[in-house]
């Protein structure tokens, strides 16, 4: 067929549009698919994508056991659109009042409240879209604000997760493991553990239709939420309960200002129990005196008084200066020429062998064979001993004690260390001291805290550190004989004794120095001593701090004697197979 | 193909028609290779059925996934529910396994701890080792220790550091408590006026006699007692060790 100019014409210019017109459409194209396409990727993604933190948890704290200790629970905050609430053409004001109404009855306010909050936030700025209506409310309370809102589909209250702490034991150990505040932990374990147990929370992101649902296959994990660790701590719970019930129950008779109980396992210096006196329930902080808000164990330093002979003895015997049959020849008075040192008791001149002045602890007594050992030796045992310095549990507000460097010893003091005064320690390193001498003469470092398990199963944190001589085996055990022998022939020996069980023991009854200078009424009263002597396993030191009906150390050892008895009933000890061998207390 | 516009023209001669003849069909009989060449229609109907089978699997696909996803929104939202309920009791459990609700429980129930230390069986040779005694009423007791987690009204749980009363801490500003929000649904049993006081309830200054009345009368007496011990303990300072003067009186420590 033959084409004429002007078909062939019209043929080209109807091309030529039509490849106008495809070529504007594919200039657009590449403008919206290549130039501009991360621009709109962003703000499409923005309008359609949702980004939600994922809490972390926060990790645990148990006992040796396993019982929790501190666990972290979900509480909710009852929030509200203050906007969203203003009365409009849409929204009357009875509407209003109803659903203030419905909305108080839910959450457990009353509708004064919540319509105060709500005008409130409002006056402040009429575009205000968060008021707080109640911070921390339980599961229950926060369903019933939900039906409550679903019944009459309330547009302005909406519930969101609050993480928080409960302490399902309170008081019990309450003093160990501390409590959070608003946003962080403020005390005790929870304090000074906080790099093992907290969390870190993380972020998701996707994508969502008109109507909330996730887009499927959208979901983007931008960071991962990382569970804190479980903290494990090596005291039994329930053994703590017993100790804190019992010392409670002492100190309000005896009305002492504090208390304590230490049991440590002999062979690795594991803390099974601190109990405190007074105690602090970590679930009702505000109920405690600020200054009760401590562990009254590791913070509160005192002279120890007598209990102390026992670490003398076992120095002066390690040095081969002593042995239990020494004879000492005890006058009723003794001058330091620094002051004078008397005996509980008067008396006049006794012939009393070491084993004596320990039953009869006899301050004069230890005063006489104190100075065969020289005092730059003594205060080098004492820092073995681990008196002056804080102990390896570096416990939140621990105390590390004060104890002066030899050449600053008066004469005086070179005698009263000797018998626990001039001296400051705290209850958990007087148990320290018992430790090592039921330990063969070795001390173990003091510790609290087993490890920290993080999430997949790994155990960090583990204390190290190994043991330290400080007497020898021979000098440990015999010291621990004679206090075997302090159970069996001292005064209160009837209150300590547990038959079957040959335990080891020594009294305390230190003054308590005036702020001034000198000493005033005030005692410190304690019972130190191991279950069981002939096979020491568990050391334990009960102290009451300034009692005031009964200042004597013999209203301590009922307790001291439950606190025994209880540990054998834990831990299982077994009696003991031999008798103690009697040594004599005069010659 | 001729331009008849270009035709020249010829003035028409009537012609007589042509003999009208009866229109016959013509066909063209296909041989078998003519036949054999044609497409078949099976091939169309497969390649356009096919066609739209494709856009409607991938339609009910589509459909099937967002309602998947319709179905993964609701049933994760059953799990965080469930997951709530879980950690709501999971916590009251806790909170009912405390030592001092169990030992309370226990007093309640009349029970006493054992007396004395046990007494061991060894499997060995059948010895027994050590020798225990039987638990008394004087060896029962309550506990003393406070648990603000615990329904407060119950008489026998401690009232000395304050438990009794709003246990919320201070800033809270929801005015439904906590604890009996929790203890309400825990415990089931009727708070102090149904609770049977154990007979040896001796010590911890609590008045445990006979009528209960008002849970908040017996505390209010064992907050008297114990309020009456004095201040608040006030922590140790450390003692000085050094004497300045040579005025230190002697110490008589035992």
């Not at chain 1, 109640?134 to 409310?137: F, G, I, L």
């Not at chain 1, 002279?303 to 102390?308: V, Y």
């Not at chain 2, 060894?122 to 059948?126: E, F, I, N, P, T």
């Given at each position: 067929m033959r084409m004429t100019r002007s078909t062939r014409r019209r043929m080209l210019l109807s091309t030529v549009a039509t490849l106008a017109v495809i070529g504007v459409f594919v200039v657009r194209l590449v403008d919206i698919q290549i130039v501009q396409a991360d621009a709109f990727n962003t703000e499409s993604a923005g309008k359609r994508s949702v980004a939600t933190t994922v809490y972390g948890q926060r990790g645990d704290i148990v006992d040796a056991n396993g019982t929790v200790l501190a666990g972290s629970i979900m509480r909710y905050d009852i929030t509200a659109s203050p906007r969203n609430s203003a009365v409009s053409a849409k929204y009357t004001e009875q509407e209003r009042t109803n659903d203030i109404q419905a909305v108080a009855d839910a959450a457990g306010l009353t509708p004064a409240e919540v319509r105060t909050k709500l005008d409130t936030a409002l006056a402040k700025n009429p575009e205000s879209d968060y008021a707080l209506l109640?911070?921390?409310?339980t599961l229950e309370v926060r369903d019933a604000v939900r039906a409550a809102q679903k019944a009459t589909t309330i547009g302005w209250v909406y519930t969101q997760p609050h993480p928080a702490r409960s302490y399902p034991l309170g008081s019990v150990a309450g003093s160990l493991v501390g409590f959070m505040g608003a946003d962080a932990a403020q005390f005790g374990l929870e304090r000074s553990e906080n790099a093992c147990l907290a969390a870190t929370n993380g972020s998701s992101t996707y994508e969502r239709s008109l109507d909330g649902v996730q887009l499927p296959g959208s979901e983007v994990v931008d960071r991962p939420a990382k569970n804190g660790g479980t903290l494990k701590l090596t005291i039994v719970s329930d053994l703590n309960w017993f100790a804190q019930q019992a010392i409670t129950r002492s100190a309000q008779s005896l009305q002492a200002k504090w208390a304590t109980a230490v049991v440590v396992r002999v062979k690795d210096g594991h803390l099974m129990a601190v109990a405190d006196y007074p105690s602090v329930d970590p679930n009702d902080v505000n109920a405690s005196d600020p200054d009760d808000i401590r562990s009254t164990s590791f913070a509160t330093s005192y002279?120890?008084?007598?209990?102390?002979k026992a670490m003398t003895a076992a120095m002066l015997i390690d040095q081969g200066k002593a042995t239990p049959y020494t004879r000492v020849t005890v006058p009723g008075i003794f001058n330091t020429r620094g002051g004078y040192i008397k005996d509980v008791f008067a008396h006049g001149t006794m012939n009393w062998t070491l084993t004596g002045i320990m039953v009869n602890s006899s301050n004069i007594g230890i005063s006489e064979l104190t100075d065969r050992v020289s005092k730059q030796k003594r205060y080098e045992y004492m820092l073995k001993f681990g008196l002056g310095k804080k102990t390896e549990v570096g416990f939140n507000g621990e105390a590390s004690g004060q104890l002066a460097p030899a050449d600053k010893w008066d004469n005086l003091t070179n005698y009263a260390v000797s018998f626990g005064q001039g001296v400051a320690a705290t209850s958990a390193q007087v148990a320290s001291i018992y430790q090592t001498l039921g330990n063969g003469g070795v001390r173990m470092p003091l510790t609290l805290v087993e490890g920290c398990e993080q999430p997949d199963g790994t155990v960090t944190d583990v204390p190290t550190g190994s043991g330290e001589r400080v007497v020898s085996t021979k000098a440990a055990n015999t010291v621990v004989n004679m206090l075997e022998n302090f159970v069996t022939q001292a005064s209160m020996s009837p209150l300590v004794t547990i038959p079957g069980y040959d335990l080891a023991a020594k009294s305390g009854t230190a003054q308590v120095a005036k702020p001034g200078g000198g000493y005033g009424n005030d005692r410190v009263t304690s019972i130190a001593g191991l279950v069981s002597g002939d096979d020491p396993q568990y050391a334990i030191v009960v102290t009451m701090g300034m009692p005031q009906t009964n200042k004597a150390s013999s209203a301590v050892a009922p307790v001291w004697h439950d606190i025994a008895e209880q540990v054998i009933k834990t831990f299982r000890v077994k009696p003991s197979t031999k008798p103690v061998p009697t040594l004599p207390v005069s010659w | 193909m001729s331009n008849l516009a270009y035709a020249p023209t010829r003035p028409r001669v009537a012609q007589p028609a042509p003999p009208l003849r009866p229109a016959r069909r013509v066909e063209i009989v296909p041989n078998r290779a003519l036949r054999r060449a044609r497409p078949k229609p099976l091939y169309a109907v497969v390649a356009i059925g096919g066609l739209f089978a494709l856009f409607l699997g991938q339609l009910l696909l589509s459909i099937g996934v967002s309602d998947g996803a319709y179905q993964i929104a609701s049933l994760q939202s059953q799990k965080a529910e469930l997951d709530r309920q879980q950690q709501s009791l999971s916590e009251q459990a806790d909170v009912l396994s405390s030592t001092q609700n169990l030992a309370t429980k226990a007093a309640q129930l009349g029970m006493v701890p054992s007396g004395g230390t046990p007494a061991f069986l060894?499997?060995?040779?059948?010895r027994v080792i050590g020798t225990s005694k039987a638990a008394s009423a004087a060896t029962s007791g309550v506990a003393t220790l406070a648990n603000s987690l615990l329904p407060e009204s119950d008489p026998t749980t401690d009232a000395a550091t304050g438990a009794v009363g709003d246990a919320g801490s201070a800033g809270d500003t929801t005015a439904g408590d906590p604890a009996a929000g929790e203890a309400g649904t825990a415990s089931g049993e009727a708070p102090a006026g149904t609770a049977s006081v154990p007979a040896g309830t001796t010590g911890a200054g609590t008045t445990g006699a006979g009528t209960t009345g008002a849970g908040t009368t017996i505390a209010d007496e064992s907050q008297d007692a114990l309020g009456s011990t004095g201040a608040p303990a006030t922590p140790t300072t450390t003692p000085p060790v050094l004497s300045t003067d040579g005025g230190l009186p002697t110490p008589t420590t035992h």
């Open positions: 109640a911070s921390k409310v002279e120890p008084g007598s209990t102390l | 060894d499997l060995a040779d059948g």
